[in-house]
Nanobody
Framework: QVQLVESGGGLVQPGGSLRLSCAAS????????MSWYRQAPGKERELVAR????????NYADSMKGRFTISRDNAKNTVYLQMNSLKPEDTAVYYC?????????WGQGTQVTVSS
């Protein structure tokens, strides 16, 4: 079955950096685009970034452009999210996701807290 396991979250000061990882299994990872979403308390889940199956293209939400970078290693079945210049408003649970056969699969999420 499809499994997505996020890691790398934590507490970081404003202006700091974190790198999130999402290990995937149960499907042919290299065939699918992968996405990162986030959900802050009291807010709806929002798309952070998406990367194509071959990593030839990536898209970002406007507020993350220039600060976040999505990447993937198809040999390791892993997608990454490098987050720089973090702001308090980036505090959220971050999820990776894959759409496979019209169904969205989600990981359990990893908490990112940006605070001094």
């Amino acid at each position: 079955q499809v499994q997505l396991v996020e890691s790398g979250g934590g507490l970081v000061q404003p202006g700091g950096s974190l790198r999130l990882s999402c290990a995937a299994s149960g499907f042919t990872f290299s065939n699918y685009a992968m996405s990162w979403y986030r959900q802050a308390p009291g807010k709806e889940r929002e798309l952070v970034a998406r990367i194509s199956s071959s990593a030839s293209s990536a898209n970002y939400a406007d507020s993350m452009k220039g600060r976040f970078t999505i990447s993937r290693d198809n040999a390791k079945n892993t997608v990454y999210l490098q987050m720089n210049s973090l702001k308090p408003e980036d505090t959220a649970v971050y999820y990776c996701s894959v759409r496979r056969q019209s169904y969205d699969y989600w990981g359990q999420g990893t908490q990112v807290t940006v605070s001094s």
